[in-house]
């Protein structure tokens, strides 16, 4: 099997900083396409922002300048660094990832998107 967890969100003032971590575990073989989601109250979840398992990235609009998207191949782990948060920044964010893993033992790996748990961002103004 395999399971994304993510880590680091809390509750911070406006233009504080957080770090996401997003760990994946499990037998992977190979990580493609990571990105970071985030769902507001009432709102439908949307795309933070992305990056390639070669490192080409892509951001919302809303996030561009002030969030970095970043991974380590090696600890299977995609980063959300997020500057000058804004309280239209809460929202609970969640990790996706294209994973090539091993279903269980004696299965045939398979590609497969996974989902975080989701981590609570909250920004006070």
């Known amino acids: 099997q395999a399971q994304l967890v993510e880590s680091g969100g809390g509750l911070v003032q406006a233009g504080g900083s957080l770090r996401l971590s997003c760990a994946a575990s499990?037998?992977?073989?190979?990580?493609?396409?990571m990105a970071w989601y985030r769902q507001a109250p009432g709102k439908q979840r949307e795309l933070v922002a992305g990056i390639t398992n070669v490192g080409t990235t892509n951001y919302a609009d809303s996030v561009k300048g002030r969030f970095t998207i970043s991974r380590d191949n090696a600890k299977k782990t995609v980063y959300l660094q997020m500057n000058r948060l804004k309280p239209e920044d809460t929202a609970v964010y969640s990790c996706?990832?294209?994973?090539?893993?091993?279903?269980?033992?004696?299965?045939?790996?398979?590609?497969?998107?996974?989902w975080g748990q989701g981590t609570q961002v909250t920004v006070s103004s």
């Open positions: 996706n990832a294209h994973l090539y893993y091993l279903p269980y033992s004696g299965a045939i790996p398979r590609w497969e998107q996974f």
């Open positions: 499990g037998n992977i073989f190979k990580l493609d396409d």
